[in-house]
């Protein structure tokens, strides 16, 4: 098995422009989770998807983020007008579908560095 | 509030002591899982160990172990005979029932193994 890929690997945008990342979950896997970590912390929740359905959203997803799993396959996190505080590392993880109790195989990171 | 406390923020070890992290958690549901995730240099997520709320079993996986008192809300893991490559940042997380299995982490704890 592959294991979770995210693209790009590093972005560095300018304050005010739009960008758009990509996550491809393991393959028999139905449930995806973004996560948003910053410097010295822990992973924070950004949004879950059950197959298409996005079924949870942090209050820290502000109007200035979508995200999408078009056919429940991978999936898009896009961020409009960046800000400085955007900057992060943000994290793609899926899981086995039957129970919470599986754990999360999550992939490399994209890091958001906003000028 | 945080749900997830890791008192430790660094712990230094020479090379073949043991190291032990602390983890704190907080939540009113009866049924939750428990994670630990290591982070090393390289920035990828990996899932460690897994423990449900059922069990407080302690169990040891290879150089592994972990200390599990829901009386205390406790869940502390240890490392027997660290090496360098144990060198990393370690998560604790919680998962509670009803939250489509999103992990709430720590601040985590960077651990540091030395020769």
């Known amino acids: 098995d592959t294991g979770v890929s995210q693209n790009p690997r590093h972005k560095i945008t300018k304050r005010g422009q739009n960008v758009t990342f990509r996550c491809d979950p393991i393959?028999?896997?139905?449930?995806l989770y973004w996560y948003r970590q910053t410097l010295g912390q822990g992973p924070e929740f950004l949004t879950y998807?059950?197959?298409?359905?996005?079924?949870?959203k942090s209050r820290l997803l502000s109007d200035r983020f979508s995200a999408e799993r078009p056919k429940g396959s991978f999936s898009t996190l896009e961020i409009q007008r960046t800000e400085q505080g955007d900057s992060a590392m943000y994290l793609c993880a899926s899981s086995f579908p039957l129970a919470i109790s599986y754990e999360q195989y999550f992939g490399p990171g994209t890091r958001l560095t906003v000028t | 509030a945080q749900k997830v406390t890791q008192a430790q923020t660094e712990i230094s070890v020479v090379e073949k002591e043991d190291v032990t992290l602390d983890c704190v958690y907080e939540?009113?549901?009866?049924?939750?899982?428990l994670f630990w995730y290591k982070q090393p240099p390289s920035g990828e997520l990996v899932f460690l160990i897994r423990?449900?709320?059922?069990?407080?079993q302690n169990e040891i996986s290879g150089r592994y172990s972990w200390n599990f008192q829901k009386s205390t809300s406790s869940f502390n893991f240890t490392i027997t005979a660290s090496q360098v490559v144990d060198s990393a940042v370690y998560f604790c997380?919680?998962?509670?029932?009803?939250?489509?299995?999103?992990?709430?982490f720590g601040a985590g704890t960077q651990v540091v193994v030395t020769p």
């Open positions: 998807f059950q197959n298409e359905a996005q079924l949870e």
């Open positions: 393959s028999e896997h139905n449930r």
């Open positions: 997380a919680l998962s509670e029932l009803g939250s489509w299995g999103k992990l709430q």
């Open positions: 939540t009113r549901d009866t049924t939750y899982y």
């Open positions: 423990r449900n709320s059922f069990d407080e």
